[in-house]
C-alpha cells in the first residue's frame, strides 16, 4: 500500500512559478512511475508529468515542456513539479500518481495508476 502526501499549490500571477512536492509512503518497489495530473472541473484528469524509475527519466506533455521540471529525491521518494512561466489554463487541480507496474505504453494513462494524492489545488490569475 502507498500513501502519497502532496504539498505545495496556491494562488500565482500569471508568468510566475510554483513548486508542488509528493512525497510516496509505504512500499519498496525497483521500478514505478510516478508524477501529476491535474484535473479540471468537470473532465477527466489528464497527464502532465510522469518519471520513470526504470528509465531514470521525466515525460511531458508537450504544453508545458520547457515550462514544467519533474525532479526526484530518491532518498525521500519524493517528486518535485516544478512549474514555472505558468499560465491561466495551468489553473486545475493537480493529482499526485503511483503506479508500481512500469510500462512506457500506459505511462501516459490516469487508468493504470493505482495511487492517488488528495489534490490540491493551482490557480493562476491573469
Known amino acids: 500500500q502507498v500513501q502519497l502526501v502532496e504539498t505545495g499549490g496556491g494562488l500565482v500571477q500569471a508568468g510566475g512559478p510554483l513548486r508542488l512536492p509528493c512525497e510516496a509512503f509505504?512500499?519498496?518497489?525497483?521500478?514505478?512511475?510516478m508524477g501529476w495530473f491535474p484535473q479540471a472541473a468537470g473532465k477527466e484528469r489528464e497527464f502532465v508529468s510522469v518519471?520513470?524509475?526504470?528509465?531514470?527519466?521525466?515525460y511531458y506533455e508537450d504544453s508545458v515542456q520547457g515550462r514544467f521540471t519533474l525532479s526526484r529525491d530518491n532518498g525521500k521518494n519524493t517528486v518535485f513539479l516544478q512549474m514555472n512561466n505558468l499560465k491561466h489554463e495551468d489553473t486545475d487541480v493537480y493529482y499526485c500518481?503511483?503506479?508500481?507496474?512500469?510500462?512506457?505504453?500506459?505511462?501516459?494513462?490516469?487508468?493504470?495508476?493505482?495511487?492517488w494524492g488528495q489534490g490540491t489545488q493551482v490557480t493562476v490569475s491573469s
Open positions: 500518481a503511483f503506479n508500481p507496474r512500469e510500462n512506457l505504453s500506459t505511462l501516459r494513462i490516469p487508468a493504470k495508476y493505482d495511487y
Open positions: 509505504g512500499g519498496i518497489y525497483n521500478n514505478y512511475h
Open positions: 518519471f520513470s524509475k526504470k528509465n531514470n527519466r521525466a
